[in-house]
């Protein structure tokens, strides 16, 4: 069964700065999606950046990238120049590539929370 | 607006008074599922649908039942509820012809069962 770590309950940042969340995970399959998802503090949640698995670019949107080490198996997000509206818990999560049934199932970490001081 | 939407969003009861959550999505996804947040567990599967009328067991449906009568609605029942499944409730649709099968989550219920 796959699982997903995230070792770092809560991380702090100053505002303008960057800062890294990790995450790892194990799984017998080759082909899988990863995502990280925020939650603010209006409990929605919101996905912030996925990656697929058989690409080896790492993703990026805007001021959030991903460091993805497949052989580590590591999905770390980096979000620079943080903002206050950053702040909020975040979640890694796993998805395997073959469709259908319970495969569609996301598996999540425990979530790190984010704050960002100003 | 494509959205997922979860009625009621907070829900206070007692210990064995059967509830309906619903959710809904205006999207024609044929992938709907429930999760459950807990604090220190991250969210886990309750149950999901594939489709009208196919509906399969996720990591954690013990206490709970849904249905899939329409392709929008995928409501949460309670029959007897019970104080350990005071919880933070998602519902989540995908279009599964898509690629990535992103899915998209409702707003969340909180539920408190005394």
């Known amino acids: 069964a796959q699982t997903v770590t995230q070792s770092q309950p809560e991380m702090s940042v100053q505002e303008a700065e960057t800062v890294t969340l990790s995450c790892t995970y194990d799984?017998?399959?080759?082909?899988?999606?990863l995502f990280w998802y925020k939650q603010p503090p209006s409990r929605q949640m919101i996905l912030v950046i996925r990656?697929?698995?058989?690409?080896?670019q790492n993703a990026t949107e805007n001021r959030f990238s991903v460091n993805f080490q497949k052989a580590a198996k590591s999905f770390s997000l980096k979000i620079s120049d943080s903002q206050l509206g950053d702040a909020a818990m975040y979640f890694c999560?796993?998805?395997?590539?073959?469709?259908?049934?319970?495969?569609?199932?996301?598996?999540f970490g425990t979530g790190t929370l984010l704050a960002v001081q100003p | 607006e494509a959205q997922v939407t979860q009625n009621p969003r907070y829900l206070i009861t007692v210990t064995g008074k059967k509830l309906t959550v619903t959710c809904s999505q205006n999207?024609?996804?044929?992938?709907m599922s429930w999760y459950r947040q807990d604090p220190g567990l991250g969210l886990r599967q309750i149950y999901y649908?594939?489709?009208?009328?196919?509906?399969d067991k996720g990591d954690v449906p013990e206490g709970y039942k849904v249905s899939r009568k329409e392709k929008r609605n995928f409501p949460l029942i309670l029959e007897s509820p019970s104080p350990n499944q005071t919880s933070l409730y998602f519902c989540?649709?995908?279009?599964?012809?898509?690629?990535?099968?992103?899915?998209?989550f409702g707003p969340g219920t909180r539920l408190t069962v005394l």
């Open positions: 999560a796993y998805r395997s590539m073959n469709y259908g049934g319970a495969t569609n199932k996301l598996i």
């Open positions: 799984t017998s399959e080759s082909d899988y999606y």
């Open positions: 990656q697929e698995a058989y690409k080896q």
């Open positions: 999207m024609n996804h044929e992938y």
């Open positions: 649908s594939m489709n009208v009328e196919v509906t």
């Open positions: 989540a649709s995908a279009y599964l012809a898509s690629s990535s099968n992103e899915q998209f």
